[in-house]
């Protein structure tokens, strides 16, 4: 292992509301469904009529502008509705499980008889293949492009994030699977980073066949862009992949037992559940197959659903369901109850990163955190805390500035392949002008793709 990269920028946000490390199987889910928003530029084409029957790996849609692009059913019963919002955008397709399991085989050759083009060509049937991302654009990868190198996290910094060495426990020679086939996809190198000090499991310290890396500091040193950005970091031209670490172990299933296993793990927390926990479930399950009886319920309070972690997750209903690769859901409250003179009152139990509050002194406590964001639009005026959160050679106003006049040439020079929406969470999270940089980039990023990709 190389010398530890020490992140000293950053964030970590003390948020109430830590799982246990138990782990449960909740009962099985009503509904499945696959959601096309969660892959950014998916135009769904569906495959199938509405009441044929599926079994696990059967294709449901595919992505109209790559056609070898599959999406498949992640249990085995009915294809039941498609879902469709403004302008007939398609939002969900639902599948009721039938409760049999049945898989399509997708065979077992041997890793080594394989070539890379018939390895590529197993993932995209499978419907594996989204799970690979790539940057710049941090989209689902093009497979007829060879990456310059693939990374994956073995960590996670977001608030309440999932302790990824109880995730892959008992998964670990999949995991292994995994990492042999990426390193099969790829003439440059499998990138895998740990978190100096905390990163135990012997499946990611001693893994073969990867370039292992290991960071320390706060958030978000667990972000893919971040450790893109301090091993290797991407030039004009050049492409990279990266996987999440339970994609890997599910690309490691599939050539070890020939199925499409949609199983996983996500930790359900935050500071209005009840009882945290990790929990094993099928891919696309609703919220509700685990969150019933086990939200606070208080007066004047309405909690937020979120799939996915609370800087860059997607708010859900509260029987929606579970994003393709987030590992994490977190109920907060919404925060919509008026509050007299807000931020001018000096309180103790709100969590400030300036001298707003006297919280600044209790560094040690963890806080009730809601969506309220305390004040409406600003000017966008020079502060410097972006600066302070984001721990990349970038200068964050003056790229979220050329991204909103449309400066191409001046978004290239800033750095924009390099970064995607959650890497500029914490710059949302921490901005007085409350401005929404997520979105701000990814239309950037939108830009720059359909001028050059």
Partial sequence: MSKVIKIRRGLNIPLIGEAEKILQTPPVSA???????????????????????????????????NEDVLFTSPVSGTYTQLVRGAKR????????????????????????????EQIIAKLLKSGLW???????????????????????????????????DFIVNGREAFFQAGLDVLGRLTDGDVHLSVQAGATTSKAYTEAKG?????????????????????????????VVWY??????????TLFEKGIYDARKVVVFNGPEVLNPRYYKIINGAQL???????????????????SGDVLSGEKVERDGFVGHSDDQAVVIPEGDQPELFGWLIPKTEKFSISRTFF?????????????????????????????????????????????????????????????APE????????????????TIMREGLDVMRKEFA
């Fill in 31 to 65: 509904e499945y469904a696959i959601r096309p928003p969660v892959f950014h530029g998916l135009m769904p084409k569906m495959l199938v009529d509405e009441g044929a029957p599926v079994k696990v790996g059967t294709p449901l849609f595919y992505d109209k502008y």
């Fill in 89 to 116: 955008r398609i939002l969900e397709v639902r599948i009721k499980p039938d409760g049999k399991n049945e898989h399509v085989d997708f065979g077992t050759e041997p890793l080594g008889s394989l070539s890379r």
């Fill in 130 to 164: 989204p799970g690979i991302r790539q940057r710049p654009y941090s989209v689902i990868a093009n497979h007829e492009e060879n990456p310059r190198d693939i990374f994956i996290s073995a960590f996670k910094t977001s608030p309440l994030a999932p302790d990824m």
């Fill in 210 to 238: 990867v370039e292992l890396h290991a960071f320390s500091g706060p958030h978000p040193a667990g972000n893919i862009g971040v450790q893109i950005h301090h091993i290797k970091p991407i030039n004009k031209g050049e």
């Fill in 243 to 252: 996987l999440d670490v339970q994609d890997v172990i599910a690309i490691g």
């Fill in 288 to 306: 509700s197959s685990f969150t019933d009886n086990n939200i606070r319920e208080e007066k004047d309070v309405t909690p937020r659903f979120i």
């Fill in 359 to 419: 919280s600044l002194k209790k560094k040690k406590k963890k806080y009730r955190h809601n969506t309220n964001i305390r004040s409406g639009d600003r000017p966008f005026v020079i502060t410097g805390l972006y600066e302070k959160v984001l721990p990349m050679d970038i200068m964050p106003m003056q790229l979220i500035k050329s991204i909103m006049i449309n400066d191409i040439d001046m978004m290239e020079k800033l750095g924009i392949y390099e970064v």
């Fill in 423 to 438: 890497d500029f969470a914490l710059c949302e999270y921490v901005c007085p002008s409350k401005i929404e940089m997520q």
